[in-house]
């Protein structure tokens, strides 16, 4: 069964404008973390930002924010003033530690394109 | 750039034949993974160590893939026989693991492998 479940598999902006990519999850854990990371052309995987389940503020990290709604389990990734660099594929992860030893169940990603 | 070192980037294999890849983990990080990512982009959990001892692995690593990370050489996974169904990006990360933290993964570029 699909732990994780990213319904857009693409999004389109224009530079300068917010993005806002979405994601859901099931898990049955108390604990867990919800990792945002997005797949360059080359194949690597950069994190871009998480949220840790107990904590009920919105994280942040420069231009990324989360919207985490827990009594929904979803959790969305927020943008700001998109670039044409951060086209790319963006993939939300859910991490249950320790009963997992830190493993990822990854969504399916949405391609996100960033128009100049 | 990635700091966990990924050979080779691309991989041709013919059915039946071996395919082996190597990954460096970033430096201090005792903890390595294993992905494959298919065309689809679903994500699957093969193998983790944290040092030279095995964590946990799926069912399918337990058949026809074999992985090791030995000290002071890179970790390595080898198809002892491969089929077209192999043929993905397999991915190696690696991290902190402490048990319960913020940890983490840093991912390499993966190796496409491509069973013809």
């Known amino acids: 069964a699909q732990r994780v479940t990213q319904v857009q598999p693409t999004g389109s902006s224009q530079w300068g404008e917010e993005v806002t990519l979405d994601c859901s999850y099931e898990?049955?854990?108390?604990?867990?973390?919800i990792f945002w990371y997005r797949q360059l052309f080359s194949g690597e995987m950069v994190f871009l930002i998480y949220q840790p389940s107990f904590d009920t503020q919105n994280q942040r990290s420069g231009r990324y924010s989360v919207v985490f709604q827990k009594s929904f389990k979803s959790i969305s990734l927020v943008i700001s003033a998109s670039q044409p660099e951060d086209s790319g594929t963006y993939f939300c992860?859910?991490?249950?530690?320790?009963?997992?030893?830190?493993?990822?169940?990854f969504g399916s990603g949405t391609k996100l394109t960033v128009e100049p | 750039n990635s700091k966990v070192i990924q050979t080779p980037r691309y991989l041709v294999k013919g059915q039946g034949q071996k395919a082996k890849m190597r990954c460096i983990p970033e430096k201090g990080h005792p903890v390595v993974f294993w992905y494959q990512q298919n065309k689809n982009n679903e994500f699957k959990f093969l193998i983790n160590f944290q040092n030279q001892e095995v964590l946990q692995q799926i069912d399918m690593t337990e058949k026809r893939f074999s992985a090791e990370c030995p000290s002071n050489s890179p970790c390595s996974l080898e198809i002892q026989s491969s089929e077209a169904g192999d043929s993905a990006l397999y991915l190696c990360?690696?991290?902190?693991?402490?048990?319960?933290?913020?940890?983490?993964?840093?991912f390499g570029h993966g190796t496409k492998l491509s069973v013809l």
């Open positions: 990360a690696s991290s902190l693991w402490t048990g319960v933290s913020n940890e983490r993964l840093f």
């Open positions: 898990t049955s854990e108390y604990f867990y973390r």
């Open positions: 992860a859910l991490s249950e530690p320790p009963s997992n030893y830190n493993v990822l169940y």
